[in-house]
């Protein structure tokens, strides 16, 4: 049984930063692919960013050059860093693993 758990979300001005993370447990992260997406309401959930299990990663070009995505194995933890932080990013963000499994979300607000 896989389980996500996001954390890391909250309130920020705009050009301030957060970190989100998700941990992952019931099977270990680097042999899949993972992402983090967003969503707003009555708008579709939208990839941000995702990670493969080679290691190579890719952004939504909204957020390219402000967001990074990476991972510890180790601690099967998937992080987003996010800087520079728009009001247009506010958001609940979910992490992903593979095409089925997804966390709870974390609200991200950016005013």
């Known amino acids: 049984h896989v389980q996500l758990v996001e954390s890391g979300g909250g309130s920020v001005q705009a050009g301030g930063s957060l970190r989100l993370s998700c941990v992952a447990s019931g099977d270990t992260i680097g042999r899949y692919c993972m992402g983090w997406f967003r969503q707003i309401p009555d708008k579709e959930r939208e990839a941000v960013a995702g990670?493969?299990?080679?290691?190579?990663?890719s952004y939504a070009d909204s957020v390219k050059g402000r967001f990074t995505i990476s991972q510890d194995s180790a601690k099967n933890i998937l992080y987003l860093q996010m800087r520079s932080l728009k009001p247009g990013d506010t958001a609940i963000y979910y992490c992903?693993?593979?095409?089925?499994?997804w966390g709870q979300g974390t609200q991200v607000t950016v005013s």
């Open positions: 992903s693993l593979g095409p089925n499994y």
């Open positions: 990670i493969e299990s080679d290691g190579s990663t």
